[in-house]
């Protein structure tokens, strides 16, 4: 890649950090796209599926751990709940990582595309379903940097365990998944408030992504990340986050979750395309 093809993804990087903090989704379900869609038709240097899903999550890990440190000095973050969802998330992530590198290139592309249309239907039923299970619940309490005591009965770990773990696996085989889930199953099964939902969605994330990461470079060697474009698209989602954190307010949860819905939709339909062609299914 020439330089102008990395300075093009800083600034492409400032949008989707941008636009993925503002509607509260993972940076690495907009990258994954950007790596294998829009390279080709900006002539810059494609990537193959693997490689472009594993840079997606190590520029969404720069993305998230600003988030966290500020998460972490509110002391919004529900570590015993994050500690149950990691013992089935991480074991998921590594399985979903080695059978990553073990996959056809066109055949993890057309998995990204089926993957979206799935999150496309949870973000769905979720915005349907706002009714809390109260069973086999376990009271909480936490107490943040201001003082404010925040007391909840967390519900449905069992459940909210099997989907982080879902989520988990699928993450480590098209870098999305996770954090699209994560938050989702905290604030709307786990009943945890939205302030400590988000800022434990966070800390898993960052386990999760950089266990995959971790892993990535253990199979394939350092050679598994493209560190020069990563160089560029980092600093491109520390600006974006920023940006998107001061617009997400501005942004009812109802738009929200139609425009996830829109876009899920879209990606899985142009990836779908993308994959399917490669495997020479359509023409």
């Known amino acids: 890649m020439m330089i102008f093809e990395y300075w ?3 600034f492409v990087s400032i949008a989707v950090a941008t636009i993925a903090m503002t509607v509260g989704i993972g940076g690495a379900v907009l990258f994954s796209p950007v790596f294998i869609i829009l390279f080709p038709l900006v002539n810059v240097t494609p990537i193959d599926a693997a490689n472009a899903f594993g840079a997606a999550l190590l520029t969404e890990v720069a993305g998230f ?62 915005s349907k379903n706002k009714e809390i299970d109260t069973s086999n619940g376990v009271m909480r309490s936490i107490t943040d940097a201001e003082g404010n005591i925040h007391e909840y009965l967390v519900c449905n770990q069992h459940e909210g365990g099997i989907l982080a773990g879902i989520g988990s696996f699928v993450t480590g085989l098209i ?90 939709i879209s990606l899985g339909l142009v990836m779908g395309y993308i994959g399917l062609s490669s495997l020479g299914v359509i023409g």
Not at 74 to 79: A, C, E, M, S, V
Not at 175 to 196: D, F, I
Not at 201 to 225: Q, R
Request: charge should be positive.
């Open 65 to 126: 751990s600003s988030g966290f440190i500020g998460y972490y000095r509110k002391r919004l973050i529900d570590f015993k709940t994050a500690r149950y969802f990691l013992m089935i998330g991480v074991p998921s992530v590594i399985v979903g990582t080695v059978l990553k590198r073990s996959v056809n290139s066109a055949i993890l592309t057309t998995g990204f595309a089926v993957g979206m249309v799935l999150l496309s239907l949870y973000v769905f039923v979720m």
């Open 8 to 10: 093009f993804m800083f």
């Open 175 to 264: 870098s999305v998944g996770v954090g699209e889930t994560v938050v989702s199953t905290l604030r709307g099964r786990c009943n945890l408030p939205m302030g400590v939902a988000a800022g434990t969605s966070v800390f898993v994330v960052i386990v999760v992504v950089l266990t995959s990461a971790v892993v990535d470079v253990a199979l394939v060697g350092i050679e598994a990340v493209p560190w020069t474009l990563v160089m560029f698209t980092v600093p491109g989602v520390l600006i974006g986050g920023q940006i998107g954190a001061r617009l997400s307010s501005r942004v009812s949860e109802h738009t929200a979750e139609r425009f996830l819905i829109l876009l899920f």
